[in-house]
């Protein structure tokens, strides 16, 4: 049985890999980015690189989509040169991006007239599990949407999980995107107190990590800050633009995120202080910063 027709919309730090894992699995992919030059390198793998949207869409049965907000994402949908218009009926949208329940419902009626299937499926994982094949998928969607795209979604996955119709990916991305951004940020004004003590960092740091406190966020981050090198797995810039979204999305259902709001005020800071594009890991500079400042003026 041949292989599925795919397009990738959006090569950037979880596009490449993502890209890399279909080709090595076998499918005729075409992909496409705003910047070409990003999107070069994948050429010499066997990709086609297209020059807009619709050109990536047009022949595919499936094309899938990871870019940085709605504003992008809707610019490659419906946007002069958009994918969805040159999709064939009967074909389908992977939405893989983090995006706001608004717009995801939007695209899925406008996918729905054309007789295109919507597959809303943002990914939990930063570069590393792009790169290695192991995101997993969060999928809203009808049962028989799914069952089409799921070998595609495979060889770049280590768990598909269908959580109901279309918006409940997209809910429980914004919810889990949330909680860790809390903790980086948290992490971050714990370091800088630890540094202020007399504590043996290293000691203090690995109790806390084996201890209650300890998650997957906290060990990732723990590294990353105290060597202060920022190397991308999540762009700072993005992970504000969630949080964002998370603080509207829980207020439709009348949740106010109060810790969101001091999370923000730190992710604010740090990209008005030029580390929007720095990992996430680097708001640890803006709680340091502010430690530095308060010494100075002792």
């Known amino acids: 049985m041949s292989k599925q027709t795919v397009a990738l919309l959006g090569i950037g730090t979880m596009g490449r890999g993502m890209a890399a894992n279909l080709l090595k699995a076998g499918f005729p ?24 949207p619709a050109e990536a869409a047009k022949n595919a049965d499936v094309v899938l ?52 299937g919507l597959a809303e499926a943002p990914v939990t994982g930063s570069r590393p599990q ?29 768990g598909i999980v269908h ?6 990916g997209g809910q429980l991305k914004l919810i889990n995107n949330f909680l860790c951004a809390v903790q980086v940020a948290s992490f971050a004004e714990a370091l800088t ?21 300890g998650s997957g966020i906290f060990n990732a981050m723990s590294q990353r800050m105290t060597d202060r090198t920022y190397e991308v797995n999540f762009l700072l810039r993005l992970l504000n633009k969630d949080v964002r979204y998370a603080e509207a999305a829980a207020a439709e259902h009348g949740v106010t995120l109060t810790t969101a709001t001091a ?32 010494e100075s003026n002792t």
Do not use: H
């Open 29 to 52: 992919l075409t992909v496409y980015n705003r910047t070409r030059e990003k999107a070069e390198p994948l050429a010499a793998q066997g990709a086609t690189i297209a020059d807009t």
């Open 65 to 116: 989509s990871i870019l940085s907000d709605d504003d992008a994402s809707r610019a490659a949908w419906l946007g002069d040169n958009g994918a969805l218009a040159a999709m064939m009926a009967g074909s389908t949208i992977v939405e893989c991006g983090t995006l706001s329940p608004e717009w995801i419902a939007e695209l899925d009626a406008k996918s729905k007239a054309k007789g295109i």
């Open 130 to 158: 792009a790169e290695a094949g192991q995101l997993t998928f969060l999928c809203g969607c009808e049962d028989a949407t799914l069952d089409k795209v799921r070998s595609v979604l495979e060889p770049m996955s280590k």
């Open 163 to 168: 959580l109901g119709p279309v918006g409940s």
């Open 193 to 213: 107190w630890i540094e202020r003590t007399s504590l043996n960092r290293e000691q203090a740091l690995e109790m806390l990590k084996t201890g209650a406190p």
């Open 263 to 294: 999370t923000l005020n730190l992710l604010n800071q740090a990209e008005q202080q030029g580390l929007g594009e720095k990992d996430m890991s680097a708001v640890f500079e803006v709680v340091r910063e502010s430690r530095d400042i308060r």
